[in-house]
Each structure stands twice: as C-alpha cells, then as structure tokens.
C-alpha cells in the first residue's frame, strides 16, 4: 500500500474525515509512527528484513568519567530503539570477539570502573549515549556492529509503506489506536497496543508456518518427490 492508500482507508475506518483534528500532516505522522511500531515488534519476534551491519568509524580514544573508552558514532539509519542493536564484533587486532552486553551510561562506568567486573577483550561491552557507541576495553580498535534499520518516513502520496504486505493491516491497527486515543481521553491505549502485538505476534507465526511450508515444498521438488 502506498501513503495515500494507508491514509484513504485509515480516514475511512476511523471515521474522521473532514475532521480538524487530523489534517493530512497529522494523519502522515501516526501512520510514519505506526509502521515503526510495527517494525519494532516484528524485529522483537525475530524478523529478519530490517537487519543491517556498518563497520564503526572513527574509533576515537577518550576519556568517559574515570575510564578511556572507544567512541564511536551510532549509524545514522539505525532504528531508535532500545533494542536496535543485535551484535558488535570488535577486535584488538589479536581477539576477535562478540558482545550483546548493553549497559545504561552510568552503569557502564561503574562497571569498567571495578577491576572484578570490567569488561575484558574477550568479552567486552557498550552503551548508548548522545549519538555515540562507546565501547570498552580502549584497547579495542575495531568494531562491526549488526542492527535494525528504521524505516524511512513516508512523504509523497505515491510513498510505498516498506512493511510487509502481510503485516501492513497492523500499521493501520496501531494507527486507529493512536487515533482513537486523541479523540478519547477514557480510551486506553496500552490495552489497545496490547491487542494489536497480540494480533502481530499470531500473524507472524502464521507467516512462519507458510515459509518454513514452501522450504519444505521446495526441498521435495528439488529431490524429485513432488512435480
């Protein structure tokens, strides 16, 4: 579906059109927010579209309070999500390692600041903060590092909505709950997020069973079982 698709058929299932409370503006930006809420949850349920690597760079050395660290900036098309980062590999040019080990700013120095738990070329750490990855031991010198890719924000009408088909009536679900929550203060949008993960997350295994179901069809024609 394209942006002027999603936007028609959202304004009709809402029932908001002519509404002054949801010009065109307003409807791009709940269906820009509904996509990557979907995205979100599809990366949680172990969806693979959206996975990207990028080699970090510069590497700088420097000071983060009472330790040194490797900074370097997070990739401008990264999902802003907690979970947005599935793996750094890094390196000291002699140890090759992998870590998922993210810790809050503060917990992160704490932590690299205790000789009994500071992370170690083999099994080293990261956090997040303002636009950077940090990264210790120091001694690290280069980093890979596997995440999610956000979608880009739908403008022009012909904009396709880069979610899959199969899961693109969620945008709309989520959309309608955003909606429903601007127009009723009573109306309880956790529970309405609930509900549309939970409808997400059947859908996904129901795409599951029909990809594994053409794998399985496939190998067979390959060793001539099935025509």
Do not use: H
């Not at 810790?103 to 992160?108: I, K, M, R, T, V």
């Not at 210790?136 to 890719?149: D, M, Q, R």
């Not at 709309?172 to 609930?194: M, N, P, R, T, Y």
């Amino acid at each position: 579906m394209t942006l002027l698709q999603i936007r028609d058929y959202l304004t009709m299932k809402a029932g908001i059109q002519g509404n002054r409370m949801f010009p065109q503006a307003r409807l791009n930006q709940i269906i820009n927010f509904a996509r990557k809420f979907v995205q979100i949850n599809l990366n949680g349920l172990g969806y693979k579209r959206w996975e990207k690597s990028a080699t970090l760079t510069p590497m700088a050395s420097i000071s983060f309070g009472s330790i040194r660290v490797r900074s370097s900036d997070i990739p401008s098309d990264m999902l802003e999500s907690s979970q947005s980062i599935i793996l750094l590999q890094t390196s000291d040019d002699t140890i090759v390692a992998t870590t998922k080990q993210e810790y809050s700013p503060s917990q992160f120095e704490n932590v690299c600041a205790n000789s009994f738990s500071a992370p170690t070329v083999k099994e080293p750490a990261y956090t997040r903060l303002a636009n950077y990855i940090l990264l210790f031991p120091e001694t690290i010198i280069s980093a890979v590092v596997y995440y999610y890719g956000a979608l880009v924000d739908l403008v022009d009408d012909s904009d396709p909505s880069g979610v899959p088909v199969e899961f693109e009536e969620y945008v709309i679900q989520k959309a309608l709950v955003e909606i429903q929550g601007d127009l009723s203060a009573a109306f309880d949008k956790a529970k309405g997020d609930q509900e549309v993960v939970a409808s997400l997350g059947n859908a996904y295994q129901k795409f599951l069973g029909v990809v594994q179901q053409k794998q399985v069809n496939q190998k067979q024609k390959e060793a001539g079982v099935i025509q």
